[in-house]
C-alpha cells in the first residue's frame, strides 16, 4: 500500500517566490512525518521533523491529521534551496520507514 | 558530526555474481537499515536491523539478500545471485533510538550489474 505520496515529481519557482512541497500519506494509528533533502552530490539528510514543530534553512511543515498532509512550505525560496526532497513516514515501532518518490525542486534565479 | 561511511561508492558486477557491500554505521547507534534507489525511482526500505537480528524486511529483501553484522562496527548488505533489475543506489542508515529519530544515511554505493 502506498503510504506516501508525493505529487509533483518535478517543481521549479523564481527566487524569492513561496514554495510548498506536498506530502500525503495513509496510515493508520499515529505515525511520526519527516522530510528529507538531498542536495546534489550529497547523501540523504533529514530537514525536519514534525514533533520537533521547528523550521529548518526558513523551511516549515505542519502535520494535518484531517488531510493527512504534511506539506513543506517556505515563504521565500532560495537558489540553494534546489534539491531533491523526500517526505518519510516511521511507524510507532521505529522498525520501518516509507519514503515518498520524491520532489526535485529547482529554484530559478 | 559522526557520518555513517560505505564501501565501495561504485561496484559493479556480472550477473549472478555474489556482491556486499559495507557499511560502518554510527558507533553508538543501535539500529541499521538498507535502502535502495533504483535510477528515477523513489527510495525503497529493505531491511531493517537491531539487536543482532533483522526487525523488519520488505517484500524486496527476498532469499537473495542477507545482513550481517560481524565485527561490532561494520554492516554488511549480501546479494548472493546478482541480476540486472538490482542494479540501484543502495543506502545504509543508522539510527540511535529506531526510525522515528533521525536517521543519519551513509552516501550509497552504487550497484551497477551487467
Known amino acids: 500500500a502506498q503510504r506516501v505520496t508525493q505529487p509533483e515529481k518535478l517543481l521549479s519557482v523564481f527566487k524569492g517566490a513561496p514554495v510548498e512541497l506536498k506530502c500525503n500519506y495513509s496510515y493508520s494509528g499515529s505515525p511520526e512525518l519527516f522530510w528529507y533533502v538531498q542536495y546534489s552530490r550529497q547523501r540523504l539528510q533529514l530537514l525536519l521533523r514534525?514533533?520537533s514543530r521547528e523550521s529548518i534553512k526558513g523551511f516549515t511543515a505542519d502535520l494535518n491529521k484531517g488531510e493527512t498532509s504534511f506539506h513543506l512550505k517556505k515563504p521565500f525560496a532560495q537558489e540553494e534551496d534546489s534539491a531533491m526532497y523526500y517526505c518519510?513516514?516511521?511507524?510507532?515501532?521505529?522498525?520501518?520507514?516509507?519514503f515518498g518518490t520524491g520532489t526535485s525542486l529547482t529554484v530559478i534565479p | 558530526e559522526p557520518e555513517v561511511t560505505q564501501t565501495p561508492s561504485h561496484q559493479v558486477t556480472q550477473m549472478g555474481q555474489e556482491v556486499i557491500l559495507r557499511c560502518v554505521p554510527i558507533?553508538?547507534?543501535?539500529?541499521f537499515y538498507w535502502y535502495r534507489q533504483i535510477l528515477g525511482q523513489k527510495v525503497e526500505f529493505l531491511v531493517s536491523?537491531?539487536?543482532?537480528?533483522?526487525?523488519?524486511k520488505s517484500e524486496i529483501f527476498d532469499d537473495q539478500f542477507s545482513v550481517e553484522r560481524p565485527d561490532g562496527s561494520n554492516f554488511t548488505l549480501k546479494i548472493r545471485s546478482t541480476k540486472l533489475e538490482d542494479s540501484a543506489m543502495y543506502f545504509c542508515a543508522s539510527s540511535e533510538q529506531g526510525a522515528n529519530e533521525k536517521l543519519f544515511f551513509g552516501s550509497g554505493t552504487q550497484l551497477s550489474v551487467l
Open positions: 558507533s553508538n547507534h543501535l539500529y
Open positions: 518519510a513516514l516511521s511507524d510507532r515501532t521505529g522498525n520501518q520507514f516509507y
Open positions: 514534525h514533533i
Open positions: 536491523f537491531y539487536n543482532n537480528e533483522i526487525s523488519e
